[in-house]
Structures are given as C-alpha cells and as structure tokens.
C-alpha cells in the first residue's frame, strides 16, 4: 500500500477489486447525484487560511465524541453491506476503528451481525438502527445491541423513504450477488474478493436472518426496503426509542434548522448534519452549507456532528471550522475496505489523520478545540 497515498487512489483500488454492482452501490448517489455532487463541490469552495511563523511543534487531534476520548475526530459512518465490500466487512472496520482509538458505528443493513462483531472485537461500538414497521423487532433489536453491550445507538431519520440510486437498478444489485452471467464474469476477474465474501460468516443481512421474512435472498433491495421500513416514522417514535434505550442517542440525517431545533428536544446526545451522502433527496443542498445554521441554532443545546462528500483531512478541517464537533467518514473508509480489507480502512483513517495534522499545522493550529471559524476564507453555500 505503499504506493497508495490519498482516498482516491483507495477509491481506484477498490474499483478494480469489487465486483461492479457492489462498487457502484458504495459509489454512487440517487437520481442525477445534485447533492452527491454539491457535498464536494461546497466542501472544495472552502478555502483554508494559511498562517506562518507559529509555534505548531506541539500538536494534538485527539478529541471527545459524545463524552468518549477519541484519538481522532471523526468516527466510521454506519454504511450497509459492507461484508460485500469485503468479507466480514464490519468486523475488519470495526477492528481497524479501534485500532486507531475512532468509534464505528455497525449499520442495522450490515452483513456481519451485531453478535458477530461484538464477539470479534475488544472495545463497544455503535449501532445504527433503522425503524422497520415491524415494532417488535425494533424492539428485539435495541434489546440485542444492548446485549452486546453498544455504547451509543445512532437512529437514522432520512431513509422513511427509499431514493432510487439508478446504478443499482441498472446493475440488479442482489443480495448475495445474483447469478446472472454478467455478474459471474465480473465476480470471476475479482478472486480476492470471491475468496474473501465465501469465507466470511455470511452473505446476507446478519441482524435481520431468521426475524424478516423474506431477506434470505434480497432480490431487490430497494423493493425490500419498501416493504419494511416505516415510512410513518414520527418524533413520537423517537420518543419511544428513547424510552427503551438507556444509552446515548445520536440523531441522523438532519438538514433543516427547524428539524435540529426538535432534534435538540429529545433527549439525545448528539445529531447528524447528514443527507445520507447524496443517496436520499436530490437536490437537497450540501451538508457543509446547512451546518452553520444548525449550529448556530442548537450548537450550544446537543453536539453536531458532520457527514457528506469529506475525502481528506483537509475535509474534516473544514466542518470542524464551521462548528462540526466530529465528522462521520462514510465512502472514504469503504474504499479503503474494498480496496485492503483491514488494512485498507487503516489506510483511509490514516490518510485523513496525516492530512489533517499537516493542515492544521499550516493554520496554525495545534488542538481540535483551536479550530474554528477563523481558520476559512470562504463561506459554504
Ligand atoms: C454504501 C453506503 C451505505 C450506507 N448505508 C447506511 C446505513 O446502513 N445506515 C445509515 O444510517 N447510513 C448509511 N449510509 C450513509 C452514511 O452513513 C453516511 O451518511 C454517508 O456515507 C456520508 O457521506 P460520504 O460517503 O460522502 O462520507 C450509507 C452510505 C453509503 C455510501
């Protein structure tokens, strides 16, 4: 990896390595991609501010997410599937998060269960859940992730509804993969990978097998999805959720400033500007231009975290400049997973903290707590 030495070099990696279906399924956004495109787009508007002759010898990232030492600041985002970027998927990031001292967070549509990864690693994750119609197993999963001891759950608001990403349509995204030639020519020029998903714990959606009917063979995921999630979901179901999980509650996927100021309400520990990365509304603005609204409006009520379109450290700089508390890196560590297994997410997360050392060092700025508003030229959208 040696030659690898920025998140899109991951990216090519991981292109050449996983099957295509799965590749664009991480890659891709809904619709024509307007607001996968503007989360970067807004994000490289930011320009940094270039300070010279201070003392930057002494410099520190570590930070607190939600009350919890982290070494850097930012956690890996809840992302499904990831057992299909690579075998076993969750577990190598989740290892490869707690290497590097950053929370992971474990999607409710991961391969790996939540039992297969508490048991494979040391330390307590997160687990992201989503708000199936089915209350019972809501509950049975809040149960589980509590069993297993998860330190914080992160309930995600912005998937009521499916977006339609085309390239999976296009592409007959199947979970395991289906057996059309097409998809067997292309899984035969990836052997890594086969070997890798065959000998992992399993190849379909670990935290739902035996409770969903019909999820043994996911022939249209979208189509599933349809059919479970409840797209009923109201503040009130927040306040239940809240009312069975004793832990810390991290509130995902808001845009609007009206929606932080009920967010702030509830009781939770912290919120997620987020607009899924570009996969749910398009033409919903980039998250980098509704963050300072939200701050300024409920920064000092609930922490914020950030998420959308960062590929670098100097990303990460950038959202911690316009009040983010932490971020959330979604494609940048999945590249880095189907690019080198656990090796390759330490290489993302290693990338991004390399980066956002030296830049800070050239903003002069030696401690998260030191970034700020007055570190960026520009303003976001
Ligand atoms: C392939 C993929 C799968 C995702 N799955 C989930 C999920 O299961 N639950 C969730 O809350 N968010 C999910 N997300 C959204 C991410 O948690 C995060 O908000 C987004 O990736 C951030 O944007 P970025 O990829 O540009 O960093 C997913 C994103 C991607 C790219």
């Known amino acids: 990896m040696t030659s690898i030495t920025c998140i899109d070099d991951l990216r090519q990696l991981a292109r050449r390595r996983v099957p295509r279906a799965f590749f664009d399924y991480a890659d891709r956004g809904s619709y024509s991609e307007e607001t996968l495109r503007a989360n970067r787009e807004d994000l490289l508007r930011l320009r940094l501010r270039q300070r010279v002759l201070v003392d930057v010898s002494e410099r520190d990232l570590s930070t607190s997410i939600i009350g919890e030492p982290a070494s850097l600041p930012f ?8 057992g299909m970027q690579r075998g076993d998927g969750e577990i190598l990031s989740a290892r490869a998060a707690q290497a590097a001292g950053i929370p992971f967070a474990l999607s409710t549509m991961s391969i790996c269960s939540i039992e297969d990864v508490a048991a494979a690693v040391d330390k307590p994750f997160w687990f992201q859940l989503y708000v199936m119609r089915d ?53 035969m020029t990836k052997p890594g990978w086969a070997i890798s998903v065959l000998r992992g ?43 069975i999980w004793p832990g810390k509650l991290i509130l995902k996927g808001v845009l609007d400033v009206e929606d932080a100021r009920l967010a702030a309400k509830c009781g939770a520990s912290a919120l997620v500007v987020s607009n899924h990365g570009g996969r749910q509304l398009d033409g919903a603005p980039s998250t980098i231009s509704a963050l300072p609204k939200i701050v300024d409006a409920v920064g000092s009520e609930i922490e914020v975290m950030f998420d959308g379109g960062i590929r670098s450290g100097q990303d990460v700089l ?63 959208r």
């Open 75 to 82: 956690s890996l985002a809840p992302i499904g599937l990831c």
């Open 135 to 187: 209350r019972g197993f809501v509950r049975a999963l809040i149960e589980r992730a509590i069993a297993a001891k998860c330190s914080a759950l992160v309930l995600t608001l912005d998937l009521q509804v499916l977006g339609q990403r085309h390239a999976d349509v296009k592409n007959g995204m199947t979970v395991p993969p289906e057996i059309r030639i097409k998809n067997v020519l292309d899984i």
């Open 318 to 380: 950038r959202a911690l400049a316009l009040g983010a508390r932490s971020c959330m890196i979604g494609r940048a560590y999945i590249y880095g997973l189907g690019a080198g297994g656990q090796a390759g997410v330490a290489k993302a997360i290693d990338i991004i903290r390399q980066e956002l050392d030296v830049s800070m060092a050239l903003t002069g700025t030696r401690r998260v707590a030191d970034i700020g508003k007055h570190i960026v030229l520009g303003e976001a």
């Open 201 to 243: 714990k399993r190849k379909n959606f670990g935290n739902l097998a035996g409770h969903v009917k019909g999820m043994e063979s996911v022939n249209s995921l979208a189509h599933w999805i349809a059919g479970q999630f409840d797209p009923a979901l109201s503040w009130k179901d927040v306040e239940w959720i809240r009312s």
